[in-house]
């Protein structure tokens, strides 16, 4: 019969090499762990071909932003369900706004089937 603090030490050495593992085979690939709501939203607006209105435009030139910093905030902000119309059919609306830097930048999405369309570029 193997002693408890050998019986540790085993499953501590089995568990690191499987974790190992694991890391080396998931890094080879692009995985995303997109399971939250917003970031479940994000991803279904980032993967769709992305309009800009000629208001969002304007917004956008008027305060030198570009595509990279939609980009940015559709990779790593917040969606505000309370004042988005995620139940609209068949078109959803989300206002998105960013993190960190971009914090004083929002969006409003409006989410179809193929096309994502920005249409307001609301910046504080």
């Known amino acids: 019969m193997m002693s408890w603090p050998k019986r540790v030490l085993y499953y501590l050495l089995g568990f690191s090499i499987g974790g190992v593992v ?16 917003d970031a ?11 309009v800009y209105s000629s208001e969002a435009n304007t917004i956008l030139q008027k305060n030198n932003l570009d ?3 939609v980009n940015a905030i559709l990779k790593n902000g917040d969606v ?11 078109c959803p609306e989300y206002l998105i706004s960013g993190k960190d830097s971009l914090k004083n930048i929002q969006l409003y999405i409006k989410r179809c ?12």
């Open 113 to 124: 089937d193929s096309i994502a369309t920005i249409q307001k570029v609301i910046v504080k």
């Open 40 to 50: 479940r939203t994000l991803k279904t607006i980032r993967i769709r071909e992305k």
């Open 67 to 69: 595509t990279l910093t």
């Open 80 to 90: 505000h369900f309370s004042e988005s119309k995620p139940r609209i059919k068949p």
């Open 22 to 37: 694991v890391y080396f085979i998931w890094v080879g690939k692009d995985v995303s762990f997109d399971y939250g709501m």
